[in-house]
């Protein structure tokens, strides 16, 4: 019976864990920085112990008495995509990482792993948490950040939970903010599978203001002071806007249901980044806001590759012999678990080059909102992916 296992396990509060992931390209490690606890749990009540993907990590929740698993989650880092840079040869790095998972009524044991470039997963941390510590901050019962919702689809509980937070907006330019909001809402609505599945979402605008107006630009020294301190040229890349400061951006949104995190920057420069189960990360006034905030959440919520390449085969994101484990992505290694169904019906087959590569990845489609951002439409197997996931939440 749907939540007769959240209730044996769970209490409507949500355990927030905070960790250090550190290392460089020989060593890594996972360090506990705090624990908190939110006033109410707000994601999946059903299909507890099983991961929506596999991710590039995960997080499980053991009772501490009967070792069985009571919750699965799995999710991308920053710190993961920083580990194939020339940098993490050189120079170990620490980057936040926060993950919600709902409150537990007994101790519990929580072992966070990482995938490694084999494909086999490896536990980097476990550890206990009493329910009961006295150490555990409460958030969000006080000074929440202003919000108000954009679309309200339903119960916080039954629905998915996205929330925006504003990035380089002033107190007096929250009106701006919100009007951004309505017109990302009006993008999801023009793709598929979001327009189907709309009412099973909340969408909530957070007014986190800044002291200054757009964002940090390392390349022309323009330097800002932001609420999550996002600035573009992350790895040197130009348009690789995104933010190490995970910690303030949970702080901002202690108090507010959220799952889902996407962050509207205030600038008309071109960028931004979407890491699965972490944040969007977008640029709210350049003329493509609309395609590039709904392809940005596809790698945020539904764990999407890009599908476009840089027409070489230089870059090392994705070792040939693995098979990825993005949906929408196959070095073929093990198709299996990818499109062949919709292969078969004719909807989708293999077009190389994907996943930053010309040869040696395929896509399903020749053009998808993962690869064009002239594109119209999410392809059919990004659409199958999304469609998988949101039922995964909310079914
Ligand atoms: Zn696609």
Redesign the pocket.
């Known amino acids: 019976m749907k939540g007769q296992n959240f209730n044996k396990y769970f209490i409507n509060k949500t355990l927030r864990l905070d960790y250090q992931f550190s290392g460089n390209i020989n060593k890594q490690d996972v360090d506990l920085s705090a624990l908190s606890q939110l006033p109410s749990w707000d994601g999946r009540r059903h299909n507890l112990n099983r991961l929506p993907l596999e991710g590039y990590g995960q997080v499980t929740i053991k009772d501490k008495a009967t070792g069985d698993t009571i919750y699965r989650t799995s999710f991308s880092t920053l710190f993961d995509e920083w580990l194939v840079t020339e940098e993490a040869k050189k120079v170990s790095r620490s980057y936040e990482n926060t993950f919600l998972v709902p409150y537990p009524k007994n101790t519990v044991m929580v072992t966070v792993a990482f995938r490694e470039r084999n494909g086999h997963f490896k536990d980097m941390l476990t550890h206990e948490v009493d329910p009961n510590d006295i150490l555990i901050q409460k958030k969000g019962l006080n000074h929440v950040t202003p919000y108000q919702y954009i679309l309200k689809s339903g119960d916080p509980k039954d629905c998915i939970d996205v929330a925006f937070l504003a990035e380089g907006y002033t107190a007096s330019q929250m009106g701006k903010f919100i009007e951004d909001c309505k017109i990302a809402v009006e993008s999801f609505k023009n793709h598929e599978p979001f327009k189907k599945y709309i009412n099973r979402f909340n969408f909530v605008a957070v007014e986190s203001a800044s002291l200054d107006s757009d964002v940090s630009l390392p390349r022309k020294n323009e330097w800002r002071s932001t609420a999550f301190n996002a600035h573009f040229d992350t790895f040197y890349s130009d348009r690789y806007m995104t933010t190490n400061a995970v910690f303030a951006i949970h702080n901002a949104l202690a108090g507010i249901p959220y799952e889902h995190i996407i962050i509207l920057a205030n600038t008309n420069t071109y960028g931004g980044g979407g890491i699965y189960n972490e944040f969007t990360l977008t640029t709210a006034h350049h003329a493509k806001f609309r395609p590039v905030v709904v392809h940005e959440f596809g790698h945020s919520f539904g764990g999407?590759a890009d599908?476009y390449d840089y027409g070489n085969d230089n870059d090392d994101t994705y070792p040939l012999n693995v098979e990825p484990w993005e949906k929408?992505i196959t070095t073929k290694v093990d198709f299996n678990q990818k499109w062949g169904n919709l292969v078969k019906t004719g909807k989708a087959g293999f077009y190389e080059g994907a996943g930053y590569r010309h040869t040696g990845i395929w896509?399903?489609?020749e053009d998808?909102?993962?690869?064009t951002n002239e594109c119209k439409a999410?392809?059919p197997?990004?659409q199958e992916a999304l469609t998988e996931m949101i039922q995964f939440y909310t079914e």
Do not use: A, D
């Open positions: 999407l599908e929408n896509r399903g489609c998808c909102r993962m690869k999410f392809c197997v990004c």
